[in-house]
């Protein structure tokens, strides 16, 4: 079957990609080919953002790289907290600091609660203040039957992809003030579940839940919570989860055919940041390629 080229706006994007995988965990960008495309040059900026900070867990790479450039350029100043990635999560923090930002880069395993105590205190320490979080960091482990998921890989999943969303914000949020806001990655999995991998698709159905009870319990503060849930998406975790023969055909189920690039989720994340989302919170915004899943 012959896969066609999509092109938007400057941008090739691929519809297939070569055979490839990571045997390590959550994956590492630098190895990807291609490289996702995490920014394009037609983005303009307005200042959306001026002088605010925010703490992106997972900004490293894939998702979490394309809205640290993104909200660079709307003039916030950055902390990415990752888990061992220091290539990638150097080569974010070099181009957040050619947008002319600043950017702090903060190891260590947000799957501990202590981790993230140490992410705010230091973000504190460098910039005195939190405005927005972003809770990104993900790991996936798949595994063909429910038999198979050791109590060990249940519990590094939720670790990872929802204990650390509760750790986080639970850190911050004695520092957050009317007008902040906290945005977790969902994904289409959540709606639709998917076979053979189970742990992850629950995981990500818990972070839909907590998105719209925790909007509820800071409504009231002027907090607002919200989340995006993307579709498949060229990132990290892919081929660190996948057969390497997948990625031929990998995003080719959607209505687009084809998977999506982490710049095509990074405007969602500045509209929820910005006071353009001031009406908006509890909700989860899908950028799925045409995927029918819940809203």
């Known amino acids: 079957m012959e896969l066609q080229q999509y092109?938007?706006?400057?941008?090739?994007?691929?519809?297939?990609?070569p055979p490839q995988h990571q045997p390590f965990h959550p994956g590492i960008e630098w190895l990807m080919v291609p490289?996702?495309?995490?920014?394009?040059?037609?983005?303009?900026?307005?200042?959306?953002?001026?002088?605010?900070?925010?703490?992106?867990?997972?900004?490293?790479?894939?998702?979490g790289r394309a809205t640290a450039y993104a909200f660079a350029k709307e003039g916030a100043n950055i902390v990415i907290a990752y888990l061992n990635e220091h290539v990638d999560a150097f080569e974010t923090k070099q181009r957040v600091e050619q947008l002319g930002q600043r950017?702090?880069?903060?190891?260590?395993?947000?799957?501990?609660?202590?981790?993230?105590?140490?992410?705010?205190q230091q973000a504190l320490a460098e910039f005195g203040k939190i405005d927005i979080i972003v809770n990104n960091c993900a790991e996936s482990y798949p595994r063909e039957r429910l038999t198979e998921i050791t109590s060990e890989q249940l519990l590094r999943v939720f670790q990872s992809n929802v204990?650390?969303?509760?750790?986080?914000?639970?850190?911050?949020?004695?520092?957050?003030?009317?007008?902040?806001?906290?945005?977790?990655?969902g994904s289409a999995v959540a709606y639709e579940g998917q076979q053979g991998n189970l742990d992850?698709?629950?995981?990500?159905?818990?972070?839909?839940?907590?998105?719209?009870?925790?909007?509820?319990?800071?409504?009231?503060?002027?907090?607002?919570?919200?989340?995006?849930?993307?579709?498949?998406?060229?990132?990290?975790?892919?081929?660190?989860s996948f057969p390497a023969e997948q990625m031929m055909s990998f995003g080719y189920g959607t209505p687009m055919k084809r998977a999506g690039q982490p710049y095509e989720l990074a405007p969602a994340y500045v509209y929820l940041a910005s006071d353009d989302s001031s009406y908006v919170t509890g909700q989860m915004l899908h950028v799925n390629g045409g995927m029918r899943t819940g809203s």
């Not at 092109?7 to 990609?17: A, M, N, S």
């Not at 925790?214 to 990132?235: F, K, Q, Y």
């Open 7 to 17: 092109v938007v706006r400057t941008e090739r994007i691929p519809v297939q990609f």
């Open 35 to 63: 490289r996702p495309i995490s920014e394009i040059g037609t983005y303009r900026a307005t200042g959306k953002l001026q002088g605010k900070v925010a703490i992106i867990s997972g900004g490293d790479s894939g998702i």
């Open 103 to 120: 950017c702090l880069v903060i190891a260590g395993d947000l799957g501990q609660e202590k981790t993230s105590y140490q992410v705010v």
């Open 163 to 185: 204990f650390s969303y509760f750790y986080l914000t639970k850190a911050a949020l004695p520092y957050l003030k009317r007008g902040s806001s906290i945005i977790n990655t």
């Open 200 to 240: 992850y698709s629950t995981s990500k159905g818990a972070i839909i839940t907590f998105t719209r009870s925790l909007a509820m319990d800071l409504v009231h503060e002027g907090i607002r919570v919200n989340g995006v849930s993307p579709g498949p998406i060229w990132t990290p975790i892919i081929p660190s």
